[in-house]
Every structure is written in C-alpha cells, then in structure tokens.
C-alpha cells in the first residue's frame, strides 16, 4: 500500500470523515492532518512539511476560486493537490486542472472513486471523472499559462500581487507587510514583468481571473 503525508481543507467534518475512509483505503498513513480554512490550512503546512498530498475544497473559508490553489502552487510547488467540491461544473473542473490541480473529485463521489483517483494522483496522473471530455482551447493555454507565470513569482510578490488585485496601494501594502515602500516598488515591477503586463491595474486584473463569479 502506497504511503503519503496527507491534509484535507475541507470545512464540512461530514465530508472530512468520508474522505478519511477513501484515503485509508489506498494509502498506508496513520496521521491524516485537518483544516477548516485556508488560514489554518497554512499553518499546518508550515509546521509539517513532510506533507505530501492537499485535500482542497474549493468553496472553503478563505478561497476564492483558485486563489488558494495557486498561493500553494507558488509556496510549495512540491504539494500535490486535489481539489474537491459539490459543484461538478466541467467548465470549473477544467480551469482547476489548468490551475495546477492533479484531480478534481466532485463530492458526490463513491469511496471506490475517489480511492481509484487517489492511486491515480500518486502514480502521477491527472484524474477527472470519467465521463469528463479532456479538450484543450484557447481559454485552457491561457489559464495554464497563468498558472505558470504566477508559479514564477517568489512568495512575497504573490503576496503583492493579491494585495495589488485588492485595490490597494503601495504604501497601505507596505505597512500590512511591514516592509519598505521602495521595496513594495521592486516587487510591482517585477511581477508586471513576469506577468507581461505594462500596469497593475492589469495585473489585478489577471488574478481575479482565478476567483469565480457568484
């Protein structure tokens, strides 16, 4: 039986439990680590970095969208994550995979499923459900070209640049951040660099591209 570190952010303990049985199922791990929110979901990663596999919810506290999925494809590029919800939207399973998700397991799932999903993940592969049609257009290489120019930020500038997408200014951030407002500068200038972008107006506008419309 495969071994692997696991957490599960989740904020629904039903569905949590659930969960807990699949993963016992195909995996050989005693210690399976919780969070109800994003914040939390931080801290525990922070304090175990063995961890090696994220349980993702996509509607939990904290996330919007895929900001929670990029912010730890940017922090710890080597997590492998699985996001997971009650919304089975193909168009929204699509975007989490270009986003950097290794799987999306809709909650209405089987145990059998979600194991076989699982397996899959650690051997290396991409899961969708079954009867989910893989297609690549020009909406998908945007989004995976997104998702890697956001990788190619260094924690602190994506940091900036979700303050930048709140509307905030350098020096409000620098005070947040406790850091310089000159380095606040060096920081913009780089990310709309690595973002191809000439302004930070267009910066912020490509990060809300990861949150989902209510």
């Known amino acids: 039986m495969t071994e692997a570190t696991v957490i599960i952010a989740d904020d629904h303990p039903l569905f949590r439990t659930a969960l807990k049985q699949a993963i016992h199922q195909c995996l050989d791990t005693k210690i399976i680590l919780e969070s109800e929110n994003v914040s939390d979901l931080l801290s525990c990663i922070e304090s175990n970095p063995q961890l090696e596999l994220v349980f993702l919810d996509l509607h939990m506290p904290g996330n919007n969208g895929f900001t929670a999925l990029t912010l730890l494809q ?10 997971v919800s009650s919304d089975d939207d193909p168009e929204i399973m699509q ?4 986003f950097g998700a ?3 397991i809709p ?3 089987d145990l059998n499923v979600i194991s076989d999903a699982i397996a899959q993940v650690l051997e290396g592969q991409i899961w969708l459900p079954a009867d989910f049609d893989l297609t690549a257009d020009t909406e998908q290489q945007n989004n995976k070209k997104l998702a890697q120019q956001l990788a190619g930020l260094t924690p602190q500038q994506y940091v900036v640049l979700t303050r930048i997408a ?3 200014l350098n020096k409000q951030i620098a005070y947040d951040l406790d850091i310089k407002e000159t380095t606040v ?3 913009v200038s780089a990310i709309l660099e690595k973002l191809c972008v000439s302004n930070r107006t ?6 809300q591209q990861l949150k989902l419309n209510s």
């Open 102 to 104: 290794a799987a999306f």
């Open 95 to 98: 975007r989490a995979i270009d």
């Open 74 to 83: 940017n922090h710890h590029p080597d997590l492998l994550v699985i996001m």
């Open 202 to 207: 267009k910066a912020g506008m490509l990060f």
């Open 185 to 187: 500068k060096k920081h």
């Open 166 to 168: 709140d509307g905030q």
């Open 107 to 109: 909650k209405s799932a």
